[in-house]
């Protein structure tokens, strides 16, 4: 069964912190996505990559940075974490930028900034 | 111009009945409109998709129709039962879905009552 993992179901952490959130996927998979879901917003893009080390702004990037050094893997990293960004992060992985194939997405990550 | 309109932000409905969530977009470029599920807990998953080469597309219970002069389509779930309770996004791209990025409606979510 294909997959997008990710690294933590839930993650408490200070304001200030440096957080990273991992993202693995086992499907050869281009592109990759991270979103962040929360009630009545629907799902907004932060950041995309269409290849290993190539990345491109969503919606919100502000406040966030990614990186990516191998394929299978897709980092999101929040360089001081503020009370804003409480909220579910969701990686996803695709072949076709557009999703003509579906985006396949992990179970999220809840993230706490206290 | 490159939003995706999705209407009502909840719904409830009587087992057996039919759910309907409607779209709407402006960019005629897009040409690829998928649905996606998601239960708690869960990321989305890709439920159904259509090209506008077609009006209607139905996968079991699950029926999108297109209007494509209207610039509108829409998820109908005919027999909604309490599984069918979660939360449904629209959602286009361009290229038949090789292109860009998948532009998400803010979600629709439903309960359905037994």
């Known amino acids: 069964d294909v997959k997008v993992t990710q690294s933590s179901r839930y993650l408490v952490k200070r304001t200030g912190e440096k957080v990273f959130l991992e993202c693995v996927q086992d499907?050869?998979?281009?592109?990759m996505f991270w979103y962040r879901q929360d009630p009545g917003l629907g799902l907004r893009l932060i950041y995309f990559?269409?290849?290993?080390?190539?990345?491109e702004k969503g919606d919100i990037p502000e406040g966030y940075s990614v990186s990516r050094e191998k394929k299978e893997r897709f980092s999101l990293i929040l360089e001081s974490a503020s009370t804003n960004q409480t909220s579910m992060y969701l990686c996803?992985?695709?072949?076709?930028?557009?999703?003509?194939?579906?985006?396949?997405f992990g179970s999220g990550t809840r993230l706490t900034v206290v | 111009q490159q939003q995706v309109k999705q209407s009502p932000q909840s719904l409830i409905v009587q087992k057996g009945g039919i759910s309907i969530i409607n779209c709407a977009y402006e960019?005629?470029?897009?040409?690829?409109f998928p649905w996606y599920q998601q239960f708690p807990g869960k990321g989305p998953a890709l439920l159904i998709a259509?090209?506008?080469?077609?009006s209607e597309k139905k996968e079991g219970r699950f029926t999108i129709s297109f209007n494509k002069s209207a610039k509108q389509f829409s998820l109908h779930i005919m027999d909604s039962q309490p599984g069918d309770s979660a939360t449904y996004f629209c959602a286009a791209s361009i290229g038949g879905g090789s292109q860009g990025n998948l532009i998400f409606g803010k979600g629709t979510k439903l309960s359905v009552k037994p």
């Open positions: 259509i090209r506008p080469d077609v």
């Open positions: 996803a992985s695709s072949p076709l930028l557009g999703g003509g194939y579906g985006y396949t």
């Open positions: 499907m050869d998979h281009e592109n």
């Open positions: 960019n005629t470029a897009f040409d690829y």
């Open positions: 990559s269409y290849d290993v080390k190539m990345k």
